[in-house]
């Protein structure tokens, strides 16, 4: 834990108290402050008071007595409209912030010099910042890896001179962390998303391009060209930090652009480096390729060479739920994507497979499968689970093969049934489900937990390592 000491002797109000809203409020307390926490749903407030905090009624408080009002993430700032805490704190003229922010102000308190990496990015910003983390992990730096993955980022190791934290951060989080001054920033891609809490695709847009308001000038930025906002953003960049470009399919100037899965590094237009992705499974696909040529940018930002950049992606396994190759039954790979909670998620799976037996359903989203009709040739069979079967099934109509199987575990039976007798070398039982788990089971992760072990339940099933040690 990181204790914060500079709200130490104020009164300071906690709105959330989720996972980092606890955390915030624990870390506040250790470095002195006096914490009020607050959450509009009882049973959070209930779980808070169990923990220790002091739960007080803040709809009806004065906040001038406040110095500041720390915000969880997941409240909203601005749209659809200002959180009642919000309005109230703007009221009283105190400061709205969140607990990046309070982390980077100790930060700079402690003087340890230690280094922060921020990534953000409407797609691929999980898997990005796994993989930055475990790059500099394997090349023996001392790393913490946090924020909007795994830990909140005042759970995490105290400042130390060599220590880099790998932090990966949501619009929500940008939104409250006025001085968020990275060493090395990462904008991945901007596509519609959020929109509900940003108004517009612009506004949208603009928070996410503030990771790099204030990269200091022996920083560095990294930002992905392949959409035209962020290209937009990338040719607005003032500053005198270096600018590296990141595409695929397409070569950049300064950057790392990706070719059919090598990765190559360029200054000035000249191949400078390169890394190849073949055959590591947990970052196949096009949309994998963006995700490493950021990594392998900010690795670079952060001192590293090529080889040690090379032996940290071969033994990168990627993240649960995400691609992740469970197992093996012969030649058929079987695949857990249940975070591929709608289409578009879906079809980055889809995109980078062939001879696919596809276990897809559970409480559609919006459109459905509108959208993949691309990658129907790629494959042999769809096996439809949970309330979506029926729609999905009218959907698919004669274009793919389907059956309706209804429940996870009958699916998984007949896919892994119908790809052993298939004569492709390398036929894939892939679970990228479209839709939401709600139907069926609490969340995508439990989902997810149950096709890992229906898999490694099935006769002949050698597990696929992809889980390493915590960065």
Partial sequence: MIPVTIFAGSEVAVVGAGLSGLATARALDVGGANVVVWDDKLKA???????????????????????????????PLTHPEPHWSVRKAKGAGIEVIGDVELFLRERAKSGAGSKVIAITGTNGKSTTTALAAH??????????LGGNIGKA??????????????????????DL?????????????????????HGTLQNYAAVKARIFAQVPPD???????????????????????A??????????????????????????????????????????????????????ALARAMGLDGAAIQQGLKSFVGLAHRMEQVARVGNVLFVNDSKATNADAAGKA???????????GGRAKDGGLAGLEAFYPKITRAYLIGEAAEDFAHQLGDAVPHVVCGTLD????????????????????????ASASFDQFDNFAKRGDAFRELVLGLDGATSVTQRGKAA
């Fill in 177 to 197: 962390t006025p001085s968020l001054a990275p060493d090395a920033a990462a904008l991945l891609n901007v596509t519609p998303d959020h929109l509900d809490r």
């Fill in 350 to 360: 889809l995109g980078s497979f062939d001879d696919i037996y596809w276990i897809v």
């Fill in 243 to 296: 600018v590296k470009r990141i595409a695929v399919g397409h070569a950049v100037e300064d950057g790392v652009w990706a070719k059919d899965g090598v990765l190559l590094e360029m200054e000035g237009g000249q191949e400078v480096g390169r890394a190849d992705l073949a055959g590591i499974g947990s970052l196949r696909g096009a949309h994998n390729w963006q995700n490493a040529a950021a990594a392998y």
């Fill in 45 to 75: 407030r209930d779980e808070a008071e169990a923990a220790g905090f002091a739960v007080r009624d803040l709809p009806a408080a004065d906040f001038s007595k406040f110095d500041a009002l720390v915000l969880a993430p997941g409240i």
């Fill in 153 to 174: 980022v005042l759970d995490l190791q105290s400042f130390t001179p060599d220590m880099t934290y790998v932090l990966e951060l949501s619009s929500y989080q940008i």
């Fill in 135 to 144: 790059l500099l992990d394997t090349a023996g730096k001392q790393v913490a």
């Fill in 219 to 241: 920083g560095t930025a990294v930002i992905g060209v392949d959409d035209e906002s962020c290209r937009a953003i990338a040719d607005d960049l003032r500053g005198s930090f």
């Fill in 410 to 433: 009958r699916a998984v039976t007949d896919a892994a049934r119908d790809a052993g007798g298939s004569d492709a070398s390398e036929p894939v039982v892939l679970l990228s489900p």
